[in-house]
């Protein structure tokens, strides 16, 4: 088994593709992604669905948000169905540079206790000279361990409320910033943000061409908010799954891990909190 860095290049990629403990992972979730896949995807690349495997989604989103993590134990069944084991060198692709599920996927894996995991950086436009393939891929299931918990920390909406409350927390929305000002809100019921929240939204992670901006740029960026030990570093979009988007990055650099607060703005926004609206 190799350590992969959290986020991977295409040249590192292209040397990987092909070995044996390597799993790919298409975790694209734009329209309906499955008819997508099985159009056309990377040759050999297993499909991982948002909604159903990388979430447990609920009709009340005021208790855990739009995408509340899956169970543990169907998320094991997820990964056996697909082959994956405690060895495996896995990279996940979406078409959003990352931000779309492979993100969400990524931290489910490391949270789960797999090590090798790495996001394609550039994403599935990244692959316009690789082999495609379409319909489904076939592959051996296999056992896998199950943990008793989730290994990467969370926190939920009582905690986020009382740490900003006794100022114990840094909370980044990585949300666009229409959508933290009040602007609009194309998602939720309500416009706005956590009182206390700041916004560094996470198209910030990338550049211009969609690629993951370097290890020294994403460090120099977020390094900052990690000086203050007292205080814990909280990250959170609209739903638990684009916020990965800013903890892989902030892996990648080298920085510590922070608490994912899974529910989000979807649920902060329909539990009857305050609401804050502008650029406080």
């Known amino acids: 088994m190799l350590n992969l860095p959290s986020i991977i290049q295409i040249e590192e990629f292209k040397k990987l593709i092909n070995q044996k403990n390597t799993i790919i992972l298409d975790a694209r979730a734009t329209g ?56 495996s060198n896995i990279i996940i692709y979406d078409d959003k540079a990352g931000a779309n599920a492979a993100a969400r996927c990524w931290w489910l894996l490391k949270s789960f206790g797999i090590n090798s995991v790495s996001v394609l950086s550039g994403g599935f436009q990244a692959l316009s000279d690789f082999e495609m393939s379409s319909g489904e891929e076939h592959f051996h299931p296999s056992t896998i361990k199950i943990p008793d918990h989730w290994k990467l920390p969370i926190v939920t909406i009582d905690e986020v409320e009382n740490l900003l409350k006794n100022k114990k927390a840094i909370v980044i929305d990585v949300r666009d910033n229409y959508r933290y000002i009040g602007e609009s809100e194309p998602i939720d019921p309500v416009a ?51 916020a990965c988007h800013t903890i892989l990055a902030m892996d990648f650099a080298g920085l510590p891990i922070p608490k994912l607060f899974v529910g989000s703005w979807s649920e902060w926004c329909r539990s009857n909190r305050p609401i804050a609206k502008g650029e406080n």
Not at 207 to 225: A, C, I, N, R, V
């Open 32 to 87: 309906n992604a499955k008819e997508q896949y099985l159009e056309k995807h990377l040759k050999g690349a297993r499909f991982i669905e948002l909604d159903t495997d990388l979430a447990s989604v609920t009709n009340n989103p005021s208790k855990g948000g739009r995408h509340p993590l899956p169970d543990i134990f169907d998320f094991s069944k997820t990964l056996s169905d697909l082959g994956v084991r405690e060895d």
């Open 192 to 242: 706005g943000h956590i009182p206390g929240a700041i916004n560094i939204p996470l198209t910030e992670n990338i550049d211009e061409h969609s690629f993951f901006h370097t290890q020294k740029f994403l460090k120099e960026k977020y390094q900052d908010y990690f000086k203050d030990s007292s205080k814990e570093i909280i990250i959170h979009c609209g739903s638990g799954v684009t």
